[in-house]
């Protein structure tokens, strides 16, 4: 099978991708064409909403994506200033075939400063968006099918034992698999520094900094809201 290299590397909002890999084979990156929406964008016009955190909140979700002969799906879920980014890859093209799960909390969201954005995908316009802290809150991995879990457990991959459908603890881990070296994962309380901005009823995530510095730019990633 060929490497599920996006694995294990977050968007934390999450996250280009260091991925955990299955055989060694590195997937492209996500290049996404944003089209205009059709429902009203009022709610999400960043310049009017009273408190930038509020915009937020709720559960966003990508389309589910083709990514070097498997699929992807992010889902970034928003509660008050805590949050939680799923990433997971699939067999299918309806993303039903479920094959691995990675999990990372945030706490401690806290909105700053108003920024001018750029995108990663030139045909987008710089807009303006916002700049926000995060703590990190753990990361956990799934394995979600039998034939996937014997390769796991014989690469001794995180130095974990793994269990079919369990998530297991990989905060502050070194994990090395076939074909991607090392991954660090980074412990709890780290804060990160990323930003956000909206195209339409589009949400769009920075690439979390943890040096403390904000970057100007966001992922050609889009989600919306569920």
């Not at 999450?14 to 996500?30: R, V």
Request: charged share 20%; proline share 3%.
């Amino acid at each position: 099978m060929k490497a599920l290299q996006r694995f294990f590397k977050a968007l934390t909002i999450a996250s280009t991708a260091l991925l955990l890999g299955l055989a060694g084979c590195a997937l492209p990156e996500l290049e996404e064409n944003v089209t205009a929406a059709d429902t009203d964008s009022a709610e999400y016009s960043p310049e009017k909403a009273p408190d930038p955190l509020t915009l937020l909140q709720g559960t966003w979700s990508t389309n589910c994506k083709l990514m070097g002969g498997l699929y992807e799906l992010w889902t970034y879920s928003v509660s008050g200033t805590d949050a939680t980014q799923e990433f997971s890859v699939y067999a299918d093209a309806s993303c039903q075939t479920l094959l691995v799960t990675r999990s990372e909390s945030h706490h401690e969201i806290s909105v700053g400063d108003e920024m001018t954005i750029s995108f990663e995908d030139s045909s987008l316009a710089d807009t303006r968006g916002y700049r926000f802290t995060s703590r990190t809150g753990g990361a956990t991995a799934t394995v979600n099918r039998a034939d996937l879990l014997q390769m796991f457990n014989d690469e001794s991959v995180c130095g974990i034992s793994w269990g079919i459908n369990v998530a297991h603890d990989v905060s502050g881990k070194s994990c090395t698999s076939t074909g991607m070296g090392s991954v660090n994962f980074l412990p709890n309380d780290q804060t990160g520094y990323s930003n956000f901005s909206f195209v339409e009823d589009k949400l769009y995530l920075g690439y979390p900094r943890y040096d403390g510095v904000f970057k100007d730019s966001v992922w050609a990633r889009s989600y919306k809201k569920q």
